[in-house]
Nanobody
């Protein structure tokens, strides 16, 4: 059973950078093709797709967030990092990582982690 677990950054101050990690375990992610997506949910905007990284290392970001977003993975290819620069209170949300065969259908979700941007 594949499991995804997001890290817990907690409170982030405005203008700082947010860094979140998604640890993937229990499957053969290192050998199969995949899209590892980041999504967030906030009361004001609902679900918002942020971007993805594929098994080949290709990335794509939501245009409104592209200038501030970076998704990467470590050498083990089981730890995935989302970085969001220059955060504002509007970036306050529950952030999820989700794994699937494309960027819009997900087979597995992390439990989500609350990120609050506040001074």
């Amino acid at each position: 059973q594949v499991q995804l677990q997001e890290s817990d950054p907690g409170l982030v101050k405005p203008s700082q950078s947010l860094s979140l990690t998604c640890a993937v375990s229990g499957g053969s992610i290192t050998t199969n093709s995949y899209y590892l997506n980041w999504i967030r949910r906030s009361p004001g905007k609902g679900l918002e797709w942020i971007g993805y990284i594929t098994d080949s290392g290709s990335t794509y970001y939501s245009p409104p967030l592209k200038s501030r977003t970076s998704i990467s993975r470590d050498t083990s290819k089981t730890q995935f990092t989302l970085q969001l620069k220059s955060v504002t209170p509007e970036d306050t949300a529950v952030y999820y990582c989700a794994l699937g065969n494309n960027y819009y259908l997900y087979d597995y979700w992390g439990q989500g982690t609350q990120v609050t941007v506040s001074s």
